[in-house]
């Protein structure tokens, strides 16, 4: 017996939920996407921008109340406008690793002072960044030629980011969400033809799982998750979570990626440390979720009836694996 199953009739009911779900339109015109550069500086900071971004629990902006990935899109925007030869990748082949931490630190400072820098591993995404950039020059290229010699294809976007260390995930990540943001920013698009991998981080994954989507049947490896114990992968996890999605996305007949606005944003708030569903309360303020779709005050999961985590301790103690990785 697989130790790791997809819940087809579960996801397909989660599925249900989201096909009704009405998204904002004001999501998409954050100022990340809506900003007003070059279109070469603007696909580089999408690029690189995406391939550091992991694991950001300890990045934060209070004065400004930017966490995470909210502050990783303010502080490359200021890196953008401010300094945009750390986007130009033989400008980046000619820093040190050294000195290119030390030109990054104050754009994720909320001081801008470089030892209030909160951007942890900086050592390992200075080494992706410049990866980053040989991987450009190699292709003899730069982040807007490739958008434009992929042809608008998925496929051009899966065969040839993966070369590079950061983008190497064999499940996409990084790529796929890439791929999202330069659709939104509509800086190309992909047709529902295609063959688009979900975009799967560990905030979707805990929800998978609590909601009961994903059902671990291995009681030692159920009980090491819920005790937040250190995974040695979490390949199997990952997959499942990947073809449960699959199914909520074509159950809901929105796209693949139109899922890491419900999915991602509602790990980060609603199903997080603290659950809507036993609090009444968002972790952030404004929830996250209310951020991508039309919610309103709520004090109330959107999948709370079907959510076997609402109604049962065992699925609600799931933790997402904990790995040592800089795929997600």
């Known amino acids: 017996m697989n130790t790791i199953i997809v819940n087809r009739a579960q996801s397909k009911k989660i599925g249900q939920i989201v096909k ?12 990340f996407l809506q900003i007003k550069l070059d279109d070469s500086i603007k696909a580089a900071m999408y690029y690189y921008a995406v391939g550091i971004c992991h694991q950001t629990y300890q990045l934060a902006n209070h004065k400004l109340k930017l966490f995470g990935w909210d502050f990783l899109e303010y502080g490359f925007m200021e890196i953008a406008q401010e300094k945009p030869q750390l986007l130009d990748a033989n400008h980046l082949s000619s820093l040190s690793t050294t ?5 990054i630190k104050p754009f994720f400072a909320e001081d801008h002072k470089a030892e209030n820098c909160s951007l942890d591993h900086l050592p390992e995404r200075a080494e992706l960044w410049k990866d980053m950039a040989d991987f450009m020059k190699a292709q003899n290229s730069n982040p807007l030629e490739f958008i434009k010699n992929s042809e608008n294809k998925s496929e051009y976007f899966y065969q040839n980011l993966p070369q590079s260390i950061a983008y190497s995930d064999p499940f996409q990540k990084k790529t796929s969400f890439l791929m999202k943001l330069l659709e939104d920013a509509k800086m190309l698009s992909f047709n529902e033809n295609q063959k688009l991998i979900p975009i799967m981080d560990y905030h979707m994954q805990r929800v998978l799982m609590r909601s009961g989507c994903v059902e671990i049947k291995n009681k030692k490896l159920k009980l090491s998750l819920q005790n937040r114990e250190l995974q040695k992968d979490d390949i199997a996890i990952r997959e499942a979570c990947i073809e449960s999605m699959k199914i909520i996305a074509e159950t809901s007949s929105y796209s693949v990626f139109k899922m890491n606005d419900v999915f991602y944003t509602m790990g980060r708030s609603c199903c997080n440390e603290n659950m809507l569903c036993q609090s009444h309360t968002c972790e952030k303020t404004p929830c996250t979720l209310s951020l991508a779709v039309e919610l309103g005050e709520h004090h109330k999961c959107i999948f709370q009836d079907v959510c076997k985590g609402a109604h049962q301790a065992n699925y609600r103690n799931y933790w997402q694996p904990i790995v040592n990785t800089h795929y997600y």
């Open 20 to 31: 009704n779900l009405i998204f904002r339109t004001s999501f998409l015109n954050r100022p």
């Open 99 to 103: 000195k290119l931490i030390q030109q």
